[in-house]
């Protein structure tokens, strides 16, 4: 396939040698999923905003200046700062998009899990759509473009092997790092991660997402 179109070169080029060699996790990718229904769910996966890697974080903070305007025409009141420092028990830490309260939105959102916070990420539009997905499709950029890689490849994670191999994962019930006996899980309990029977695989689902990770993991040979 053709190379992945990215503001994030650096980060593709990273992505790419983690992927190499890698393994696509067939029995978690049967997982039956629904498509994402932003109208459904509000962008759940947005409530707490996304880590970036430093390019992405310095690609994200000149776009919030550059395109101030842009986000303003789109609802969207961009704090000064929008990408802040942030950790997350010992599972992440580095900069990520800045939230917003949004109060209510466990009342608006159907299911929204009750271990969430009512938090946004500062570019969730007031429509649940991307700000950054939506300021590419103005600029006639695909739409992933200034998308970080952490939300175009939810609910998919990359996660290693005892021997080291790559692996593609849908993160389940049983296998989601995030879930702990006062914190209930996060892929495998946003709208589009968790478990329907009467949905179709994850594999066929997330086709678009899955087709960018193996190519590129075909950008690099293992060990190279």
């Known amino acids: 396939m053709p190379p992945f179109a990215s503001a994030f070169p650096r980060t593709a080029r990273v992505v790419a040698e983690k ?23 509000g962008g759940t996966c947005c409530h707490d905003g996304a880590y970036l890697s430093g390019e ?18 789109m609802g969207l009141e961009l704090p000064e700062r929008v990408v802040v420092y942030g950790r997350w028990r010992d ?3 580095g900069p990520k998009t800045a939230t917003r309260p949004d109060p209510g939105r466990r009342h608006r959102v159907p299911d929204y899990p009750r271990h969430f916070p ?10 649940s759509r991307c700000g950054l997905q939506v300021l590419a499709g103005q600029k006639g950029l695909p739409p992933w473009y200034f998308k ?10 990359i996660r290693r092997d005892p021997d080291g191999t790559a692996r593609v ?17 996060f892929a495998c309990r946003t709208h589009c991660g968790r478990r329907c029977e009467s949905g179709r695989p994850a594999r066929e689902i997330l086709s678009e ?8 993991a075909g950008e690099v040979e293992p060990g190279g």
């Open 19 to 41: 992927l190499a060699g890698a393994c696509f996790d067939d029995p978690s990718l049967e997982t039956p999923v629904e498509p994402c229904d932003l109208a459904r769910c």
């Open 118 to 127: 009512e938090t946004s990420c500062v570019f969730l539009r007031p429509d």
């Open 91 to 93: 599972i992440a830490s």
């Open 148 to 157: 970080p890689f952490t939300c175009w490849m939810h609910p998919l994670a």
């Open 209 to 216: 997402e899955l087709g960018v990770l193996k190519g590129l």
């Open 56 to 73: 992405e974080a310095d690609v994200v903070r000149t776009l919030a200046n550059k395109e101030r305007s842009s986000f303003a025409m």
């Open 169 to 185: 994962v849908l993160p389940t019930e049983e296998t989601d790092p995030q879930r702990f006996p006062d914190y209930d899980g």
